[in-house]
């Protein structure tokens, strides 16, 4: 059962203690660039929330927005809009010394450290930083707090004049632990803080945060592309897909039994440690829509395995539907591309394009099935605007035959199970198939 979320009802619903709280949150970059060029949609409309003492994941394909999600929370880029709110207020338009002692509540935790960490500093100055930078007490006892950090994290007092390029990786790392703690933050952003280390000194370095996390009590953003690291440290995980939130819900609940599809097919490509769950592999078709331009429905329509197709078409052989998602995706392609300089002049001199021909991708992709003659009669017609170079005219005409729900309209995050968990898919509203159950048709 399936119902829509509004914000009202994610305040209210909120568990226990809410200590972030983040609705309709974008982050959009303007390139400055070329005249009329679009922004980068780097986050484009997230909502969630986080307890304190939680492990919140944040995972997803490589560009999707995780880091800038990270950097807007930490006021490190601007909210194009939306709200972020830490125990209550709204941090998107603090100034001053508002600021100023936000900037003690929260860190970040980098990926790289070595390029997080200035090499001319010795290790203690590196720690002690923000602790001059907000005038922490007086010196002596900002030398003696550096030590007690150097301790907590496991690095050993005389390290204190040593420099960074003495250390090794999994060390390092500690080091920006122990910087990040200095001010005893309530709230820590870990970006990718593992992913750059030895397997092996990853699970010192994991355990590590989760014994912080119960001495002081701390919450984590925890982003990350590694998904076991993620199931073993998070207490709940969210998924983005090109700016979007498409699931969040408990980690436990989610590795199990995705909701969402995208979560699905990124679940299927991870090897499963439980043998007695069988998970078949998905691979996606094409590569993610450009977030200068993603698309008008749901965020991963032009990919998903299991989208809701119109009616008439319903019962058509997975395959062929397979393939004019496919037809669709390359005429989305070829209307992205611009024409390459030569393919211009040869053009501009009469001759023949590089460009594979409608004559070529009809046969390659509809040749070797069976094509009703009423669906052929749509790709053609769709092919003769493309080979007049219309490409925006052969889409429109094959979004309004084959185009769903799914193509035009977002989908509202909807409440999956009795958990707390929020799926944004048209697929959980009530007269459509679950996507599971679809997903199950299609590998049989
Ligand atoms: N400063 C910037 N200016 C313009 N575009 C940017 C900027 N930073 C990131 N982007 C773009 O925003 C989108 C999201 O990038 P982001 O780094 O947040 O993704 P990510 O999920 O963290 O990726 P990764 O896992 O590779 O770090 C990408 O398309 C990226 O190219």
């Given amino acids: 059962m399936s119902t829509t979320s509004t914000e009202e009802e994610r305040s209210t619903e909120a568990r226990g203690d809410t200590i972030l709280e983040v609705n309709d949150l974008k982050t959009y970059y303007e390139d400055g660039g070329f005249l009329g060029s679009n922004p980068v949609k780097a986050v484009d409309g997230v909502s969630f929330d986080i307890q304190r003492g939680e492990t919140l994941g944040l995972v997803g394909e490589s560009g999707c927005g995780k880091s800038t999600l990270g950097r807007t929370l930490m006021r490190l ?11 209550g207020t709204d941090i998107t338009t603090l100034s001053g010394s508002d600021l100023k002692q936000f900037r003690k509540d929260v860190q970040m935790v980098f990926q790289d450290p070595d390029s997080s960490l200035n090499e001319r500093m010795t290790v203690g100055e590196i720690v002690r930083e923000p602790l001059d930078v907000h005038d922490w007490k007086t010196p002596s006892e900002r030398r003696e707090r550096v030590r007690e950090l150097l301790e907590t994290v496991g690095l050993q007092e005389q390290h204190y004049y040593r ?3 003495q250390f090794s990786g999994g060390q390092r790392q500690r080091i920006g632990i122990a910087r990040a703690l200095a001010l005893e933050p309530e709230f820590i952003i870990l970006d990718e803080p593992v992913s750059a280390l030895d397997v092996s000194v990853q699970a010192k370095i994991l355990n590590l945060l989760e014994d912080l996390q ?7 953003l925890f982003i990350a592309h590694d998904l ?7 207490d709940r995980v969210a998924v983005m897909y090109l700016g979007n939130m498409m ?21 299927s490509s991870i090897p499963e440690p439980d043998p007695t769950i069988e998970r078949d592999r998905i691979t ?3 590569t993610p829509p450009s977030p200068r331009d993603p698309p008008a429905g749901c965020p991963f329509s032009t990919r998903c395995p299991v989208k809701i197709r119109p009616e008439a078409y319903r019962d058509m052989d997975p395959e062929l539907w397979e393939r004019i998602e496919v037809f669709r995706e390359v005429l989305r392609e070829r209307s992205r591309a611009d024409p390459s300089l030569s393919d211009r002049v040869r053009k501009l001199l009469g001759r023949e394009s590089h460009r594979a021909g409608m004559d070529e991708i009809i046969p390659e992709l509809f040749g070797e099935l069976d094509v009703p003659s009423s669906v052929m009669t749509h790709i053609r017609e769709a092919a003769d605007y493309a080979e007049n170079d219309d490409e925006d005219a052969a889409q429109t005409y094959l ?3 084959f185009g769903s729900v799914c193509d035009h309209e977002r989908p509202d995050q909807l409440t999956v199970g009795n958990r707390g968990r929020l799926s944004l898919c048209h697929r959980h509203e009530p007269e459509y198939e679950e996507p599971a159950a679809v997903f199950e048709t299609l590998v049989q």
């Fill in 214 to 220: 119960n001495e002081f009590g701390l919450t984590y």
């Fill in 399 to 401: 979004h309004e035959e």
């Fill in 228 to 234: 076991a690291v993620v199931r073993h440290i998070c």
């Fill in 284 to 286: 996606l078709r094409g």
């Fill in 163 to 165: 420099y960074p390029h």
């Fill in 247 to 267: 699931e969040i819900g408990p980690a436990d609940e989610m590795f199990d039994q995705p909701a969402n599809p995208y979560t699905h097919a990124l679940l």
């Fill in 77 to 87: 880029e601007e909210a194009t809009a939306g709200e972020v709110k830490l125990n």
